[in-house]
């Protein structure tokens, strides 16, 4: 069981916007460690979309966005698009796992 | 271009060893800490171990401590992953990736490679 907790799966019309939620506890994100977004699509590496919980590296779109309050941390997708239809994880540092943790992933299906 | 490159994924029995390498490419290796994740069939995204730019500081996941030594040649440009007693449950894609972030606690990936699959069975 992962120790960030994602929704399994979330699904959208094109255009739409969607949020996916990824839930920690107070020896993460709640210990004020920054979380961490990636795309990953099957037979490829994961793909870094935000860090620092709301930089986006260049090359990535703006309609990507991420925030993080509390124990929670949240990736927004705006003007969702078919090319957008991948896995998608959140990472952050975990104090009593003394290392680095994900979510669960979530899978986007754009309808 | 900035890249980093797996090989040595293979099938092996239980209980057996297998040494993963990880060539980077196109940025200052000896600066950058590097970490391997792994993904296990149907399944999400997990941290194995990572090691600092001077191959000082080293860190485990508990499921691997023990058994996986992770080590750099910074000479080479290459990170390696070496397993020992492996078990079926190790059975998974092995990414290795750049680790960047102003501290450790904050530490991200952002250069991945394409992964190396890695399967025990006898």
């Known amino acids: 069981q992962a120790v960030l907790t994602q929704p399994p799966s979330v699904s959208g019309a094109p255009g739409q916007r969607v949020p996916i939620s990824c839930t920690g506890s107070s020896s993460n994100i709640g210990a004020g460690h920054d979380v961490h977004w990636y795309q990953h699509l099957p037979g490829t590496g994961p793909k870094l979309l935000i860090f620092h919980n709301n930089n986006r590296p260049s090359g990535v779109p703006d309609r990507f966005s991420g925030s993080r309050s509390g124990t929670s941390a949240s990736l927004a997708i705006t003007g969702l698009q078919a090319e957008d239809e991948a896995d998608y994880y959140c990472q952050s540092y975990d104090n009593s796992l003394g290392g680095w943790v994900f979510g669960g992933g979530t899978k986007l299906t754009v309808l | 271009e900035v890249q980093v490159l797996e090989s040595g994924g293979d099938l092996v029995q239980p209980g057996g060893s297998l040494r993963l390498s990880c060539a980077a490419s196109?940025?200052?290796?000896?600066?950058?800490?590097m970490t391997w994740v792994r993904q296990a069939p149907g399944k999400g995204l997990g941290w194995v171990s990572a090691i600092g730019g001077g191959g000082i500081d080293i860190y485990y996941a508990d499921s691997v401590k023990g058994r996986f030594t992770i080590s750099r040649d910074n000479s080479r440009n290459t990170l390696y992953l070496q397993m020992n007693s492996l078990r079926a449950e190790d059975t998974a894609v092995y990414y290795c990736a750049k680790m960047a972030g102003l501290d450790y606690h904050n530490y991200y990936m952002d250069v991945w490679g394409k992964g190396t699959m890695v399967t025990v069975s006898s």
């Open positions: 196109g940025f200052p290796f000896s600066s950058y800490a």
